[in-house]
């Protein structure tokens, strides 16, 4: 048969073949504008696997977290450190602690340019390389500046994966279970952060035991890496290029198939054919042929994505996240719990906490929807930073109070913006737009923490901390009404679906 690069020419030619009849591609069309669609097929053991590797991104995030934590007090001490430049000023000490994220920052600068030239599977293996070269760099860097680029690199690794993770979790995820699946990657990234704090208790008293805790990272960079490798592409991103005309559209649809039947198992049965050409109609139906431009990112649709994915990732930031785990050891210490006056013994029970709310907003995603998780969540949140202003201001002798509020906070935030943020910003966005407009969130991300981290001492100290916190609790209500009249419903939608109805 001859090829051809039309893709509607494409899909009349698979009816003709009898792949489908008319009635079957009109009864396909007609769900993406009523917010329905056909169960898809799969096997669970096939769906998991294309969730587990990309998830390793976020664990090796998380346990960044959780590990630097440790590290930095091993590197500073005199007897323990192994090193002679252990005496570190606190801007020095401040940049191992955030190298990662400035780091992070330009990978996902980069990704922006680069991201849907390289793909979203590609894109994970690089993430993996910079998450092995950053952890080798940093565990045998003989002074600080090589410590530093080490911390840098490691956090490319982390501004690439953040990036192209939830992408290829959603495209290749099916609907039913997509958004426990991208939630499931928040489990990686606390379950990350439990792991680091628990490795630190570990190896704190170990002479030169801030190496090991960067070593670590290294054979799970490694195994992410070869279990991207194998891994297919997202069929998605494939017809996304052949529809783009960026390589020839038979091959593409054929390789797109190939792909499908691998991520989705024997389950499929035949009718991996019919869902590509299914993808490949709605693709073509919601104009996705051209490839976006920096002007349209701030148009139409696009504009309308970028609105609920920034703003939405925007104020899971501002809302204070960074400054009250910053204060959670002294509230803990004020309360009286000797047990969990050590920092990182307090860390170790928050990443608990935060292990098994995340846990539930899992198992309840796709039942609730992300819509009640959110309100409910953000709530929740804004209770928690009115407790916490008034026992800074006013209830300074009720400890109990700022415990209260502190769990309450955790555990809200893992049910809401923790886990919904980032399923939200993988789902919002058209195919041809979404690899630039998760960079731009990313950033958002990464930009917002570092910002809110680093105003929240001198605001502190010009304000209190109790003002600071019902700022913080005001901007948590304000969250909550851009949630109400912004965020859509897309529990059980295709990706197609969602924008044909939101967008």
């Known amino acids: 048969m001859a090829t051809t690069n039309d893709p509607e020419q494409l899909i009349n030619l698979s009816i003709d073949k009898g792949e489908n009849s008319s009635s079957e591609i009109n009864i396909v069309r007609e769900p993406l504008l009523k917010g329905e669609h056909h169960a898809e097929n799969y096997s669970i053991c096939s769906a998991v696997l294309p969730f587990l590797f990309p998830a390793f991104g976020g664990l090796l995030y998380g346990y960044d977290i959780g590990a630097t934590s440790s590290a930095t007090i091993s590197i500073e001490s005199a007897t323990l450190s192994g090193i002679s430049w252990y005496d570190l000023s606190s801007v020095q000490t401040g940049l191992i602690t955030s190298g990662s994220l400035y780091g992070a920052l330009i990978g996902s600068a980069v990704a ?38 080490g911390r840098l690199l490691y956090g490319v690794g982390i501004g690439l994966a953040m990036h192209s993770a939830p992408m290829y979790i959603a495209e290749t995820a099916p609907s039913q279970i997509r958004g426990q699946l991208i939630s499931l990657k928040e489990f990686f990234i606390v379950f990350g952060m439990l792991v680091g704090y628990t490795v630190g208790c570990l190896l704190i008293e170990t002479v030169a035991g801030w190496r090991y805790m960067y070593g670590v990272s290294a054979p799970l960079a490694v195994i992410m890496g070869i279990g991207m490798w194998w891994l297919p592409s997202s069929p ?55 490839e976006a431009t920096i002007g349209e990112m701030l148009q139409g649709k696009c504009l309308k994505a970028l609105t609920i994915g920034a703003g939405l990732i925007l ?8 400054s009250v785990l910053y204060y959670a050891a002294k509230i803990f210490q004020d309360a009286g719990f000797s047990a969990a006056a050590d920092a990182t013994r307090a860390s170790v029970f928050l990443a608990l906490l935060k292990l ?57 935030y893992q049910l809401s913006f923790g886990p919904i943020g980032w399923l939200m910003i993988s789902e919002i966005f058209p195919l041809r737009v979404r690899g630039r407009g998760l960079s731009i969130t990313v950033l958002v991300n990464f930009g917002a923490n570092a910002l809110v981290a680093f105003a929240f001492s001198p605001l502190q100290d010009l304000l209190g901390a109790g003002t600071v916190f019902f700022i913080f609790g005001g901007i948590a209500v304000l969250s909550l009404v851009f949630i109400f009249f912004i965020i859509p419903e897309t529990k059980g939608l295709t990706l197609e679906e969602i924008e044909a109805k939101y967008l």
């Open 356 to 412: 098994i709310m995340t846990a539930v907003a899992v198992v309840v995603v796709d039942k609730l929807g992300r819509r009640p998780l959110l309100l409910g969540g953000v709530s929740g949140i804004a209770m928690s930073l009115f407790l916490l202003g008034s026992y800074y201001t006013f209830l300074g002798d009720v400890p109990a109070v700022a415990v209260t509020a502190l769990l309450l906070y955790v555990g809200c």
């Open 315 to 322: 104020f899971q930031q501002i809302t204070g996240q960074p």
């Open 236 to 290: 998605r991103w494939i017809l996304l290029c052949a529809i783009q005309g960026k390589g020839e559209l038979q091959g593409l649809r054929e390789k797109a198939i190939c792909c499908l039947c691998q991520l989705r198992g024997a389950a499929i049965g035949d009718s991996a054919s019919r869902q590509v050409d299914d993808i490949l109609s709605e693709l073509s139906q919601l104009s996705e042929e051209k």
């Open 112 to 149: 922006f340019q680069i991201a849907d030239w390289l793909g979203r599977r590609r894109e994970l293996i690089v993430s993996a390389l910079f998450y092995f070269l950053g952890a080798l760099v940093t565990a045998f860097a003989p002074v600080y500046v090589i410590l530093v680029i």
